[in-house]
């Protein structure tokens, strides 16, 4: 087996890790498994291909505006609708975000078509060679900026007062609305930050390969794989999830063939969930 | 001190008893949650058809003890027997089958299910199929016959506690456990609710009580256990327990009285027509059909310290959690700081200038000290501003400043409880709530809090005590109310408090369900109404 399989592996793995982490983010904040996010990670794809497609901006140019916009986007649907579905029966918010997820791909649908779309950019197919190792040009952006995001909610999450609001908020809520913190407010910000990196990783993803409206479910697929090998409460434990899964996928379907890409995901699902459902990379509670 | 289980021989296996006859034994019975000792060494043995209750104050154990014998926690160590099986090794469905059945505190009846199905379950627990006869006469005895294809949702709380005792009765318990099944009840409901427990004795079934609401102990079991911290503090009867010297102590608290200054002087002194900083007005509240307050009004005035007081379950917590707007007052109005905060959301009221410090410390475990302190301060508060209040948090509690980076959940329950009041604190608070700040601490640590709230009070803060230590509150008081079942007892001068006879008066005495037998008021001490005999044979 080459390195290349290797290098591809952890390379898309960022792309994994970014998806994972805005889910994890809800789930570990909100205590909400938000079934809509592949629809978040589309719908900046979507958002930014009327930059890129219809007005010719380069994608990682349009990237920090279609963060921005699916934020937008974000922030009244979890303060309004999600936030006091959240007070009264745990499903509820679930189904919500189903229904959402639905209805996001309807209107992906008749917005743009079913046709497969793509993010046009110069280094959407083209290598180059690293250290000896051939790579496609757009994973190593993808890799950087994921690496990069990631940086910044763990910074933002660990060093900042805002980030400890959002950890008391996660914690204990009601202490957290004592102490006067708005908590319903800290939750939309946390969506919505959570759309801005799945809007970040809608972007990289519409480069690097074409997608249609209903592309975001295996992509929430992924992401939640990666949030249950990680588990949750860490920004570096979700990154290597996503690295290892991103490796696991490329080495399997060397060895086993394309077929079996899906497969080795759900699989380390699975076990992940069977065996150490705390996560790969989290000690047992308590 | 003496074992209760001194007249049976513990060393020797359980005799091949008769079914019915098994005595329930519990031996050196502990559990840890993490580093938490919550029972410690508990021995207790019920004989057959006898009936006991375990009190003591919160914290004690009492709902450890039952869920270790019915299966919900594992002990730690020790062991639990009932006749010659030991059930702590099974798991908790073979218990029921055993015989052990639990009736909750708050009832969980499954939801969507009728009262009829609700009971059918518990039954199905140890028979796949249950002789509708018997559902029937089960219903019939706890009243809920007319009830029974009701959904159980729809029923209201005295209903509720009888199908959970419905379905304990169901499993054909050999003994039945009753965890506060009496909390919340008033007048006739609570005379029905002991009713019911008696007839369930009256069958020949063993009854294990916990309990607060002292009558309900008095009249139905001969035997007492009280537990504190976790360990066998007192046993004898109500009547023994009553005059228990060590048993009152634990109830009031131990800060010496005596010697303590009757009352301070105000910080500023109480002119009248000031507006109260805080004043509740027939405030009543509660969760769903539990009425934990009722027409309860309180003022607070600026730089005053009151304190409110009350056995467990008195409202203390309900009150502070209707202040703050965790629970919404059913009527009446809240207001605080010149505004009607009666239905404004909690972080508002924490902004307005309300600083609630929470029963049982509520710090944020995972996050360091400073993260916990500067949590307290608003968002917006320029930098410096937090940092000038942070130091003055510092000044009063050093050992603050000394673990600044440690993870606050690694400091002692003392530090913790510094850290939960400095980060009050850190909101420049007008009115301080402090809800058991001293509950769970060593003297010395309680002294460094109290020296703590007596300075910052003298900064012109407000402060609400709600306390189960009851002569340390009073101490620093400059005035006192008293609940008692949601109701205010007493509201006055703290000096009004300071003779037992008094107190217990406020405490225990006389509400609306209890006919003022013998003008009797001391804790347990009425006539024991004729207690429910273990020891005149085997009652099947």
């Not at chain 2, 109500?238 to 910080?267: F, K, S």
């Not at chain 2, 405030?283 to 009350?310: C, H, K, N, P, W």
Request: net charge neutral.
């Amino acid at each position: 087996m080459s390195l290349d399989v290797l290098a591809a592996g952890i390379l898309a793995g960022g792309l994994y890790a970014l998806i994972g982490l805005g889910i994890s983010l809800v789930f570990g904040v909100l205590g909400l498994m938000n079934l809509a996010h592949g629809e978040l990670v589309i719908g900046g794809a979507y958002l930014a291909s009327l930059l890129v497609v219809d007005s010719g901006w380069d994608p990682l140019l349009a990237l920090p505006l279609t963060m921005a916009g699916v934020a937008l986007i974000a922030y009244p649907l979890q303060r309004y609708l999600l936030t006091p579905l959240l007070r009264g029966d745990k499903s509820a918010p679930l189904v919500a975000t189903f229904g959402l997820s639905l209805l996001a791909q309807a209107l992906f649908q008749g917005g743009f078509g079913t046709h497969p779309k793509s993010l046009p950019a110069p280094y959407a197919t083209s290598g180059i060679s690293v250290l000896g190792l051939r790579i496609q040009t757009i994973y190593l952006i993808a890799f950087g900026l994921t690496v990069l995001l990631c940086a910044v909610t763990h910074l933002v999450l660990t060093r900042t007062r805002a980030g400890s609001a959002v950890r008391a908020a996660s914690a204990d809520p009601a202490t957290a609305a004592v102490l006067g913190i708005n908590v319903p407010k800290v939750y939309a910000m946390t969506f919505a930050g959570a759309a801005a990196l799945a809007a970040a990783g809608g972007v990289l993803t519409g480069v690097a390969q074409s997608f249609t409206p209903s592309s975001g479910m295996p992509l929430l697929l992924t992401g939640m794989a990666v949030m249950a090998l990680a588990g949750i409460g860490s920004v570096g434990g979700v990154f290597l999830a996503g690295v290892a899964l991103g490796v696991l996928q490329s080495v399997s379907v060397q060895l086993f063939g394309g077929g079996m890409r899906d497969v080795v995901v759900y699989l380390a699902f699975f076990l992940v969930l069977a065996i150490r459902p705390q996560g790969l990379f989290r000690k047992a509670a308590g | 001190m003496k074992k209760l289980d001194a007249e049976t021989t513990p060393e020797a296996r359980p005799n091949p008893d008769t079914l019915s006859g098994a005595p329930l034994q519990v031996r050196g019975l502990s559990k840890r949650f993490g580093g938490v000792t919550a029972l410690d060494g508990v021995d207790l043995s019920v004989a057959s058809g006898e009936a006991v209750a375990v009190i003591g104050p919160n914290g004690a154990g009492k709902s450890t003890l039952l869920k270790l014998i019915s299966g919900v926690h594992r002990p730690t160590e020790g062991e639990v027997w009932l006749g010659e099986q030991r059930l702590d090794r099974m798991p908790a469905h073979r218990i029921t089958r055993s015989g052990i059945a639990l009736a909750h505190q708050v009832p969980r009846p499954f939801h969507g299910l009728t009262v009829r199905e609700n009971v059918r379950v518990g039954a199905m627990a140890s028979r796949p199929h249950p002789h509708p006869g018997e559902i029937d006469e089960i219903l019939a005895r706890c009243r809920l016959d007319t009830k029974a294809s009701r959904p159980a949702d729809s029923l209201r709380v005295l209903d509720l506690k009888r199908l959970e005792v419905a379905r304990a009765l169901a499993t054909r318990p050999r003994v039945l456990m009753f965890d506060e099944v009496a909390a919340g009840l008033v007048g006739r409901e609570l005379d029905e609710a002991i009713d019911l427990i008696r007839q369930v004795h009256d069958q020949g079934i063993t009854v294990l009580l916990v309990e607060h609401i002292e009558r309900v102990v008095r009249e139905l079991v001969d035997r007492v256990l009280v537990l504190n911290w976790g360990r066998p503090l007192a046993e004898g009867t109500p009547a023994e327990i009553a005059t228990n010297e060590e048993v009152r102590a634990v109830y009031l608290g131990d800060g010496d009285r005596a010697q303590a200054p009757p009352a301070r002087t105000a910080a500023t002194g109480p002119a009248p027509d000031t507006a109260a900083v805080l004043a509740l007005e027939s405030v009543s509240a509660g969760y769903g059909d539990m009425v934990a307050l009722r027409d309860f009004s309180m003022r607070v005035e600026a730089g005053q310290i009151v304190t409110v007081l009350g056995a467990n379950g008195a409202g203390k917590s309900t009150l502070c959690a209707t202040i703050m707007g965790a629970v919404q007052a059913r009527s009446g109005s809240v207001h605080a700081l010149g505004q009607d905060i009666t239905g404004m959301a909690t972080h508002r009221r924490a902004r307005l200038g309300i600083a609630h410090c929470q029963e049982g410390r509520r710090i944020f475990t995972g996050l360091s000290v400073a993260e916990n302190l500067m949590l307290g301060a608003p968002l917006a508060l320029a930098k410096d501003e937090v940092r000038g209040r942070m130091e003055r948090v510092h000044a009063i509690f050093p050992v603050l400043a000394e673990r600044a980076t440690q993870q606050a959940g690694t400091m002692s329950g003392g530090q913790q409880q510094m850290l939960a009041v400095g980060r009050a604190l850190m909101a420049d608070p007008q009115v301080l709530i402090c809800d058991e700040i001293s509950l769970g601490l060593a003297p010395v640590a309680i002294d460094a809090l109290y020296g703590a709230l007596a300075e910052i009070n003298s900064q012109g803060v407000a402060i609400v005590l709600v306390e189960q230590n009851v002569k340390r509150a009073l101490g620093i008081a400059d005035h006192a109310v008293v609940l008692s079942r949601g109701r205010v007892s007493y509201t006055g001068d703290p000096a009004g408090l300071l003779s037992d006879e008094a107190l217990d008066a406020a405490y225990f005495g006389t509400t609306d369900d209890t006919t003022p037998e013998a003008g009797s008021y001391s804790l347990l001490a009425a006539p024991v109404s004729r207690p429910l005999s273990a020891s005149e044979g085997d009652p099947s």
